[in-house]
């Protein structure tokens, strides 16, 4: 018999060693990781693909956007058309410490979190870096709508889609190492090379949710991990604020800032969240001016540039992804702690979601909302 | 530069077929392609070598033809063994299923689908190499026993079972015995007139068969029920038309690894213990799992504490070398090692583990160069750790 070391197979070309750079990319199996996939193997890179497996599907929620089974075969069907190897890789652990006990535990605590920011903040950009780190890839890539110049994090080309919200989170020095392919394309352009390429997510459907929520319904996920006499799933007032009590609730983590659904009527005027309090289990709901913020206080924050904002820099705001940047003036820094002030009022400036400081395209870095600052009442346009 | 030739360390995930396979197969995926059932010329032609290749896989475990039934392959085997084997039992008021928590998928869920069934399960333990406990198996197995299941050679760590304590243990209680031989056929000299077996699973695929075909001895006199229903096909065993030409092929296998056993255990196991040797040499503080134990001589599972199986298995890929970890799931992410953990080994021991397992691809310049590129990378790998 022949023996070698080999088989007299044609062997995958991806064994060949290399001197091109060496590239990891996530590939979620969704459209916009796939073209990043693609474009780095178009200029050359030496591309490994790569699926996180974040969490136990249980195999009953078939179409989530990510690590179902029909979305690492989708990734890896991409790699094998790509030419390029493709490996899963095994974060549940990790990502259930970062990311969802946090998600429960912010929610427990009335806050509204977005696992998201510290997906990218610890599984993408620094537990998945580990990973490139030890296969020798110099660049961590995504399908994120951002960009990267000259070590600072800039806003997606698509002002639609730019997801520099959610990204506020990573440690500067990693932008070094990132490459974000479709951060200069619109979805659009992403689509069509999608197509061009013959790439079989070209037409998939958006992921707007949160990965590991079946159905957009979070209470379960809440329902599942908190004990069954947590406060925050327990039954409480609806008061205004007052302290006039006008009802009772289900348990307030049922609740966010801004929501209207699912509130008692008979007011004079439209009422909303504006705030929920977790010491008396309290859902306090108000007329919508009460919604309104001039301020607020964020914890937790990160810089993305070198010389980060002090007392009385001029910043521009964002409190919600998409939402329109709000001129704004630091009025405190301690530490990772933050106070701003908004030039104009802000709807449903709301906890545990990020606050994100830009300068024009650059992100200069966020953190998470404590608490907003009502100032003046403003009447909504 | 000219990439060097990638390495294959994965033959316990399968082997390639050979080439006096492949040429013994090929008639019957051109002219003799009749279905043995028919009675015309056609028919009677695959007969004869589905009838030949069923002696000669009977002769491999000095067994008749009629004790030989052809499965798709191992997983079918031990689901057969185990389900088809407990359901006649509990019948007769035996209720209870011994195995052992380091036993393949194929068995130990075919157990937990006995146990929806009414079953009682009993694992056995296993001590800190790997190896089932006799001890706690004579405390298992009793009057109630429908059926034992232990593996010959576990395939992570390569340590061998106490098969034949077990069969007589086994017998005495008046059970059946069952053994997954997957990794044991062409090690481990496999013989019914030696050891007191009732059932043996056996793959096709580990031993330069095709995948998709494998080998089920039964004892005469042992009661089955079959797992499919339809023709009489083998005795309404296994009905289905056979898979003449990967029955063929198997065949041929079984006798190539019979005769070739002694030798290719001594050139394994000198090429295993010169890589594991040179391995532990550069990177003393590795954990060779089932070392103590007797050992089968084509795996090394060895664990370098402060890295992960799934970084390693990335990057001895990329460098060209192919092997794997502990068992993977449907989507290929690694998932902790059933068996390491039943060993008791520390879970960040037990997810640093890397599985080499050797074969017909291997030579001693495979293993030299294994024995360099390792631990370069487990340093680099160490380093990063250290860093972070």
């Known amino acids: 018999m022949n023996r070698s070391c080999v088989s007299d197979t044609e062997l995958p070309s991806s064994l060949g060693a290399s001197t091109r750079t060496r590239v990891l990319v996530a590939m979620s199996g969704g459209v916009d990781s796939s073209v990043a996939a693609a474009l780095l193997v178009r200029q050359g890179y030496d591309v490994v693909g790569v699926t996180m497996k974040l969490f136990h599907d249980g195999g009953d929620v078939p179409d989530r956007p990510c690590c179902s089974l029909d979305s690492v075969n989708d990734a890896r069907r991409v790699a094998e058309s790509l030419g390029i190897p493709h490996y899963v890789l095994n974060l549940q652990d990790a990502f259930g410490h970062d990311v969802l006990q946090d998600f429960v535990a912010e929610y427990a605590a009335g806050r509204t979190p977005i696992p998201c920011v510290r997906c990218n903040t610890f599984t993408k950009f620094r537990d998945l870096l580990h990973k490139a780190d030890a296969i020798d890839a110099a660049y961590i890539a995504t399908g994120h709508y951002a960009r990267v110049a000259d070590g600072r994090l800039l806003r997606g080309r698509d002002d639609n889609k730019d997801q520099t919200y959610f990204l506020w989170g990573i440690e500067r020095a990693v932008l070094e190492r990132m490459i974000l392919p479709v951060g200069e394309m619109t979805k659009a352009e992403t689509r069509a090379v999608a197509r061009e390429l013959g790439l079989l997510t070209a037409e998939k459907a958006e992921s707007q949710e949160i990965c590991f929520v079946p159905d ?81 206080v964020a914890r937790g924050v990160n810089w993305l540039v070198a010389e980060a904002p002090a007392a009385g820099s001029a910043v521009q705001v964002r409190i919600r992804h998409r939402s329109r940047l709000v001129p704004g003036t630091v009025l405190r820094v301690d530490g990772t702690e933050i106070e701003v002030a908004l030039d104009e009022a802000v709807n449903a400036i709301t906890p545990g979601q990020s606050v994100v400081f830009y300068d024009g395209d650059v992100v200069l870095g966020g953190g998470v909302i404590e608490m907003s600052r009502r100032g003046l009442p403003v009447m909504a346009a | ?42 028919g009677r032609e695959a007969r004869a070598a589905l009838d030949e290749a069923r002696e000669r896989a009977a002769q491999c475990f000095g067994a008749a033809p009629d004790e030989v039934c052809f499965t798709s392959g191992g997983t079918e085997g031990d689901n057969l063994a185990v389900l088809g084997g407990w359901r006649v039992l509990r019948a007769k008021g035996r209720k209870a299923l011994v195995s052992s928590p380091i036993e393949h998928k194929a068995v130990l869920q075919s157990v937990h689908q006995a146990a929806k069934e009414g079953a009682e399960e009993r694992l056995v333990k296993v001590d800190a190499t790997g190896t089932v406990s006799l001890d706690d198996a004579r405390a298992k197995i009793d009057a109630d026993t429908a059926l034992v299941s232990v593996m010959w050679i576990n395939n992570e760590t390569g340590v061998i079972q106490p098969i034949e304590e077990l069969a007589a243990l086994t017998k005495a209680a008046g059970a059946i015995f069952h053994t997954d031989a997957v990794q044991a056929f062409g090690k481990i000299d496999i013989d019914a007139r030696k050891v007191p077996f009732d059932f043996v699973s056996v793959s096709g695929h580990k031993i330069g068969a095709p995948k998709g075909i494998g080998a089920f001895y039964i004892r005469r006199g042992t009661p089955l029920e079959p797992l499919f229903f339809g023709g009489s096909q083998d005795r309404g065993r296994r009905p289905g038309t056979e898979n003449v030409a990967a029955a063929v092929g198997l065949a041929r296998a079984m006798e190539l690894a019979v005769e070739e056993r002694e030798a290719h255990w001594a050139e394994l196991s000198a090429m295993r213990d010169r890589l594991e040797a040179a391995l532990v040499a550069r990177i003393p503080d590795a954990v060779v799992h089932g070392r103590g134990a007797k050992r089968a001589p084509h795996v090394l599972n060895i664990s370098v504490p402060g890295t992960d199986s799934e970084s390693m298995l990335m990057a001895l890929d990329l460098a060209g070398v192919a092997c794997s970890s502990g068992s993977a799931c449907q989507s290929g992410s690694i998932t902790p090692s059933h068996v390491l953990s039943a060993m008791g080994v520390r879970a960040d021991v037990a997810n640093a583990a890397i599985r080499m397992s050797l074969g017909s691809l291997t030579t001693e310049d495979c293993i030299d160069r294994v024995a360099e590129l390792f631990p370069a990378l487990i340093a680099k790998a160490r380093g990063l750790a250290g860093a972070a």
Do not use: C
């Not at chain 1, 009802?247 to 004079?268: C, E, I, K, N």
């Not at chain 2, 399968?14 to 010329?41: I, W």
């Open chain 1, 216 to 296: 957009g319904d979070y209470v379960k996920v809440l329902e599942r991990e908190l004990p069954a006499d947590a406060p925050a799933l327990a039954p409480g007032p609806i008061v205004t604020s007052d302290g006039t009590v006008v009802g009772t609730h289900d348990g307030f983590a049922r609740f966010t800032v801004g929501q209207r659904r699912r509130l008692p009527g008979g007011s004079s005027e439209p009422m909303f969240v504006v705030a929920l309090r977790p010491a008396d289990r309290a859902v306090v709901i108000g007329p919508r001016e009460e919604l309104l913020g001039r301020g607020l």
């Open chain 2, 1 to 42: 530069m000219p990439s060097p030739a990638p390495i294959y360390l994965d033959h316990a995930a399968t082997t390639p077929v050979r080439q006096e396979v492949l040429d013994a197969m090929t008639p019957f995926y051109g002219p003799r392609f009749g279905n043995p059932s028919s009675t015309h010329r056609w």
